[in-house]
């Protein structure tokens, strides 16, 4: 099993933090929950420990307190001793006496003035010295009837580890003889274990509460985050366009009440926009049908114009003028009808491509050919400069074609009469062509929106070639169609450039042209192009 490195934790864990609800609420609950466990564990340890010593000391203190009671009695009670073994003797008694009623076998009697009786009784020690503080031993020896306690760790006879262990020491008056401090040691070594049985337990009780409560909030968020992940999804496609989703709803709490409203939503968004795209197929219908149905009655109209017009010689002046005019205006109502039925059927998604192996430098040449008296008559020259493209790709011929006789119509109508460059060329992934003109140019405002339908720069410009507004509307629908793209840039006095680019596979959207929008020439360099660029077999000779 693959395990994660602690250096990729962090991240993960931050992810996590971001992205899922789930894993944020379960995350706050135990670090909430454990803390609070963990104050109530150190509090309740702390009060079982305190509860501990004090009970045990309180019953020690008792003990040695009966236990030195009960030896002073016996030795105040004996008969006086007179030698040095009698009184040894008797102290032994009091010690046995001692011993018994304080309930513990470590003890320590010392005498406190070496003076006062040369037949009082040796020191005796049980209790290892370093138990007795010098402090306690101070304490004991200046007050006379004073019980004195101190908690100590001790060394146990059987010379294990320290346990902790409370000392108790008071003096004892042997007779008239001499003053004794006696010391008695109890080991604390139960309550000491029962305590560290109570924290182990009450630690082992937190993990275990704190795994629980984690588990439980984890399960209860699942039942509460799993239709909320349900709707975020759903509303997810939803706003992709999948107008069919639906929420699930289960009962009559508040996250069915949610379904409820978002399902009511979903209807009433998909029912809305079922209404609007059936009233635009009425539109687009309405469209086509009008554009097919007064094609009959142009096409005989436009027949009488061009009569009128090719007899206008024998007409006066001004009617001849007006016949010239009716044939002009009939000509541009027809490519306007022209243009609006393939509009109608881009809208309509019935356009289809007829791709066959074209070369386009091949193509643009001849776009440019049959182009190239019309550009004369405006004075503009076109050249072209074709270092690639030659090699065919699968593309409708048709529509370039349109494409590029849209492009070099308007490069010619807003030329100003110079110079317009074609420009092919390709990569390994598309083929591009290029119109640059140095007319007029666009404002950056402008060059946004020549795409729109219907749409002119400046409806005051001259115009002599159609001019519907919609050329470049379908010059974009037709690169779209190839997958392609139509980028345009403009400046005021530098003209414009507008490139089309198509993939070589069909299909394979292509972001970046080998021809960039942008022209690389200087201002300077605009106009300096003098010398027409023909090509023949691919090469491009200047
Ligand atoms: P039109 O049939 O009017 O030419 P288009 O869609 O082809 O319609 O062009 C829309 C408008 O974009 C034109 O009317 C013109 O104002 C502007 N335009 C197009 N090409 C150029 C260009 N090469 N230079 C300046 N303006 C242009």
């Not at 470590?106 to 370093?130: H, K, M, N, Q, V």
């Not at 007050?143 to 294990?160: E, K, N, R």
């Not at 008056?173 to 182990?200: H, I, K, P, W």
Request: net charge negative; glycine share 6%; proline share 5%.
């Amino acid at each position: 099993m693959a395990v994660r490195r602690p250096s990729t934790w962090l991240p993960a864990i931050r992810a996590q933090w971001t992205s899922s609800l789930r894993f944020r609420t379960t995350f706050i609950t135990v670090a909430a929950t454990g803390l609070a466990i963990a104050v109530a564990c150190v509090w309740t340890a702390l009060a079982i420990h305190n509860e501990l010593f004090t009970s045990r000391k309180d019953q020690v203190l008792d003990q040695a307190q009966r236990g030195i009671e009960q030896a002073q009695d016996v030795l105040d009670t004996a008969e006086v001793a007179t030698d040095s073994a009698a009184l040894q003797q008797l102290l032994f008694d009091a010690r046995d006496t001692l011993t018994a009623q304080a309930g513990t076998s470590y003890i320590a009697y010392y005498r406190i003035d070496d003076a006062t009786s040369a037949i009082a009784p040796p020191d005796f020690a049980l209790i290892e010295d370093g138990a007795l503080t010098v402090g306690l031993r101070e304490r004991v020896r200046t007050s006379a009837d004073t019980q004195w306690w101190q908690s100590v760790p001790m060394q146990l006879s059987d010379g294990s580890t320290p346990v902790p262990a409370i000392v108790v020491g008071q003096q004892l008056q042997v007779q008239n003889a001499n003053a004794y401090e006696v010391y008695l040691a109890y080991s604390l070594e139960d309550a000491d274990r029962t305590l560290r049985f109570v924290q182990g337990t009450l630690w082992i009780t937190g993990v275990v509460l704190v795994l629980i409560v984690a588990t439980i909030s984890w399960f209860v968020l699942r039942t509460v985050a799993q239709p909320l992940i349900e709707a975020s999804q759903t509303s997810a496609r939803l706003a992709a366009g999948d107008l069919d989703v639906r929420l699930p709803v289960r009962g009559r709490d508040e996250l069915a009440t949610l379904g409820r409203s978002f399902n009511a939503m979903a209807d009433s968004i998909e029912s809305q926009i079922t209404e609007l795209a059936e009233l635009s197929q009425v539109q687009q219908r309405f469209v086509a049908d009008v554009s097919h149905e007064l094609r009959t009655p142009l096409t005989t109209i436009r027949l009488a114009s061009e009569m009128l017009n090719d007899r206008r010689a024998e007409f006066d002046e001004s009617t001849a003028r007006a016949a010239e005019l009716l044939h002009a205006q009939v000509a541009r109502f027809e490519q306007l009808l022209t243009d609006l039925l393939e509009i109608s059927r881009y809208d309509a998604g019935s356009v289809q491509l007829e791709r066959e192996p074209t070369s386009l430098a091949q193509l643009a040449e001849d776009v440019a050919g049959s182009m190239e008296q019309v550009a004369a008559q405006h004075g503009s020259e076109l050249r072209i400069v074709a270092p690639g493209g030659y090699s065919p790709v699968e593309v409708d011929p048709r529509r370039v074609r349109r494409i590029l006789r849209n492009l070099i119509g308007n490069a010619i109508e807003h030329g100003e009469g110079r110079p317009i460059v074609i420009t092919v060329d390709s990569d390994a992934r598309a083929v591009a062509i290029g119109v640059r003109d140095h007319g007029l140019g666009m404002t950056p405002e402008d060059a946004e929106r020549v795409f729109d339908r219907f749409w002119r720069a400046d409806p005051s410009r001259k115009r002599t070639l159609g001019g519907t507004g919609l050329g470049l509307s379908i010059a974009l629908g037709d690169a779209k169609l190839h997958g392609g793209a139509l980028a345009v840039w403009s400046e005021p006095g530098r003209g414009s450039h507008f490139v089309l680019t198509l993939p070589r596979v069909p299909g394979e959207v292509s972001d970046r042209s080998p021809i960039p929008a942008e022209p690389h020439e200087r201002v300077a360099d605009d106009l300096g192009v003098t010398q027409p660029i023909r090509t023949e077999d691919g090469e491009a000779r200047p």
